[in-house]
C-alpha cells in the first residue's frame, strides 16, 4: 500500500501558480474558477466583486501559508484524535471574499467532510480567525 497518499501535504499552492490562475480567469462570472494542471487542482473563487483586486492577490500571495496553517490543524487534530488520518486531509475547494474575512472551504480527500478557515487583514497582514471541521 502507498502510505505517501496518507499524508498531510504542505505548500501545495504556490502563489506564483495560483496569482497566475487567477489573472488568467473570467473575471466576468460570479463565481471564477482557478485552475492548474500542472497542480491538479481547481478552485471556485466568490464575492471577488465586492472587494478589489489587490485585495484578491493578496490573499492568493498568501495562499500557500493559509493552507499550510490549516493543514497545520489537520495534523495537531489527527494527532489528537482516535481516528485514521484519512479523517483528517482535506483539500481546498473554494474562497469566498466577505467584507472582512476570507473563508476558505475545504471537502475530505477521503471522508465525507467539510473544513472551514476564515482569516481577515489586521494592520495590512493576513491573519486566521478560526478554523474548525463542519
Given at each position: 500500500?502507498?502510505?505517501?497518499?496518507?499524508?498531510?501535504?504542505?505548500?501545495?499552492y504556490?502563489?506564483?501558480?495560483?496569482?497566475?490562475?487567477?489573472?488568467?480567469a473570467?473575471?466576468?462570472?460570479?463565481?471564477?474558477?482557478?485552475?492548474s494542471?500542472?497542480?491538479?487542482f481547481?478552485v471556485?473563487?466568490?464575492?471577488?466583486?465586492?472587494?478589489?483586486?489587490?485585495?484578491?492577490?493578496?490573499?492568493?500571495m498568501?495562499i500557500?501559508?493559509?493552507?499550510?496553517?490549516?493543514?497545520?490543524?489537520?495534523?495537531?487534530?489527527?494527532?489528537?484524535?482516535?481516528?485514521?488520518?484519512?479523517?483528517?486531509?482535506?483539500?481546498l475547494?473554494w474562497?469566498?471574499?466577505?467584507?472582512?474575512?476570507?473563508?476558505?472551504?475545504y471537502?475530505?480527500?477521503?471522508?465525507?467532510?467539510?473544513?472551514?478557515a476564515?482569516?481577515?487583514?489586521?494592520?495590512?497582514?493576513?491573519?486566521?480567525?478560526?478554523?474548525?471541521?463542519?
Amino acid at each position: 500500500m502507498d502510505n505517501s497518499k496518507y499524508e498531510i501535504k504542505m505548500n501545495r499552492y504556490p502563489e506564483d501558480i495560483i496569482v497566475e490562475a487567477w489573472q488568467k480567469a473570467d473575471k466576468t462570472q460570479e463565481t471564477v474558477e482557478i485552475n492548474s494542471s500542472e497542480l491538479d487542482f481547481s478552485v471556485e473563487i466568490d464575492g471577488h466583486e465586492n472587494i478589489s483586486n489587490d485585495m484578491v492577490v493578496s490573499f492568493l500571495m498568501y495562499i500557500e501559508e493559509a493552507d499550510n496553517i490549516v493543514q497545520e490543524f489537520c495534523k495537531n487534530t489527527f494527532e489528537q484524535g482516535k481516528f485514521d488520518i484519512r479523517n483528517y486531509m482535506v483539500s481546498l475547494s473554494w474562497i469566498t471574499f466577505e467584507k472582512d474575512k476570507v473563508v476558505m472551504g475545504y471537502w475530505g480527500d477521503f471522508v465525507n467532510i467539510e473544513l472551514r478557515a476564515l482569516f481577515s487583514m489586521k494592520n495590512g497582514v493576513w491573519e486566521k480567525i478560526e478554523i474548525y471541521y463542519q
